[in-house]
């Protein structure tokens, strides 16, 4: 097969990094990255990359669904590189660069099941009506001592005082100073000269000890979604380089809040980049309201990719900076689906069901697909909210467990008309591999309360 022809930039790229190895990032189906590494030189050279199209939906628990669910001879896929996306790996001290990757199925067509192609899906249809998609994520983490032993809970590493910090410093400078060489070599990686070309808007510290937030600038949908998987794979690589876990979980620790990926999103022409959200006088748009009213409609059933482990729906609980409802409200934090106050050109959604555990690719996907879905459908959302939806007894629209949103999204026909059979049925059965594996432990509670009953 005759090798691709390579962008200008790639060569200017190995002229400037004289890098001894790609590393060929494929997004799995959990945001995490899987691939292989390639001399540089066969890379620069187009040389073909294959690699198991399981791979696309690998669990966290390294099994994997049955044959049915990736073909039945296990068959290969084409890593197919996105140029753009080359960069240097800041951490291997000059010596490799990486790329972000698609599967692509031997046919020639996009891999169905690989889940930064599902998100491509979502933009094509709206670059269809000339309509492009602006996100901002906004992921927070916690910063935590060496944990070897999984049976102990995550504790506060040691700060410079010596002492570990409790929480309750929201928006602190001092606690964010504690851990500056961490934030220097985590900013440097991020977005200085030959980085990973990251656009952090801004650092905070929030409500849990250690607990820290991220917020990307906000810009093109597939972009942001690469930015997120390469912030959080930077995030470890930094954190393991100054001895500290930085974890991800969506609720790594009982009785303090939980980590979550709040996504803000508005719609804009292609061509003149104005804001569809707004009308020409500034009030909202009817397309805004559709929009709202497609993910009140659809997120009941695409849980799963928003909030995907056992572990995420331990962060829905009342009180604990986590929504639990699909109200939507202006300005209002208590609201799943908060609209900013803003000038009318940036007009916007904020989705703050996702957790910061999900993948960036789907949870985007997940969100964009369902706005455009009540804007295709003209349909109409609830009232605004007012006051503290926390205080009321509202009835709650969404599952509380992986099993029931794995059930939801199973019984539901929007999940598949979104996404495709073949995904939806993929995505699933990875997620039940996980979910028995859960289930096949047992667990400190279990012995702390039932061990000792007659």
Not at 55 to 82: C, K, N, S
Not at 135 to 157: C, G, K, Q, S
Not at 182 to 201: E, R, V
Request: aromatic residues 10%; hydrophobic residues 45%.
């Amino acid at each position: 097969m005759k090798p691709p022809k390579l962008p200008g930039r790639v060569a200017a790229f190995f002229d400037a990094h004289p890098v001894r190895e790609v590393e060929c990032l494929l997004p799995d189906l959990n945001g995490y990255p899987r691939g292989k590494t390639l001399p540089a030189a066969a890379f620069v050279a187009g040389q073909e990359l294959r690699v198991a199209r399981a791979v696309a939906i690998h669990t966290v628990v390294g099994d994997f669904p049955d044959y049915r669910f990736y073909g039945e001879r296990d068959p290969d896929m084409v890593l197919a590189p996105d140029y753009e996306s080359l960069r240097p790996v800041p951490w291997s001290g000059g010596r490799r660069a990486l790329a972000i990757h698609d599967g692509r199925d031997l046919d020639g067509k996009p891999t169905a099941i690989a889940s930064r192609n599902v998100l491509k899906g979502v933009l094509a249809r709206y670059a269809a009506r000339g309509w492009r998609p602006i996100v901002a994520p906004e992921l927070e983490f916690y910063l935590f001592a060496a944990n070897p032993d999984p049976e102990r809970p995550f504790t506060p590493p040691p700060a410079r005082c010596g002492r570990r910090e409790v929480g309750h410093s929201a928006f602190s400078f001092s606690a964010l100073n504690e851990f500056s060489g961490f934030f220097d070599d985590l900013h440097d990686a991020l977005d200085a000269l030959d980085a990973l070309g990251i656009d952090g808007d801004t650092f905070v510290h929030e409500l849990g000890p250690s607990q820290f937030e991220i917020n990307l600038r906000h810009g093109d949908a597939l972009a942001l979604a690469d930015q997120a998987f390469l912030f959080k794979y930077a995030l470890r690589e930094v954190g393991l380089a100054h001895g500290l876990y930085a974890v991800c979980m969506a609720k790594p620790l009982a009785g303090f809040p939980g980590s979550s990926m709040h996504i803000h999103q508005s719609l804009v022409e292609s061509g003149g980049g104005r804001n569809l959200f707004s009308n020409a006088d500034g009030s909202p748009s009817a397309l805004f309201g559709h929009y709202l009213a497609g993910l009140q409609a659809c997120l009941p059933s695409l849980m799963p990719l928003l909030a995907p482990y056992v572990n995420s729906y331990r962060r829905f609980t009342r009180h604990m900076a986590a929504p639990v409802n699909l109200a939507w409200g202006w300005d209002n934090r208590s609201v799943g689906l908060r609209a900013p106050l803003t000038d009318p050109e940036a007009r916007r959604v904020e989705n703050r069901l996702p957790g910061c555990d999900a993948n960036p690719y789907l949870a985007l996907a997940a969100s964009l697909a369902a706005g455009l879905y009540g804007v295709e459908r003209g349909l109409a959302p609830s009232a605004p909210v007012e006051g503290n939806v926390f205080l009321c007894d509202a009835p709650t629209a969404l599952p509380r467990s992986l099993d029931a949103a794995l059930a939801a999204m199973t019984a539901s026909d929007i999940p598949r008309a979104l996404f495709g059979d073949e995904f939806v049925a993929a995505f699933v059965a990875a997620k039940e591999v996980e979910l028995e594996s859960f289930l096949a432990e047992i667990t400190p509670w279990e012995r702390r309360y039932l061990a000792t009953q007659a």
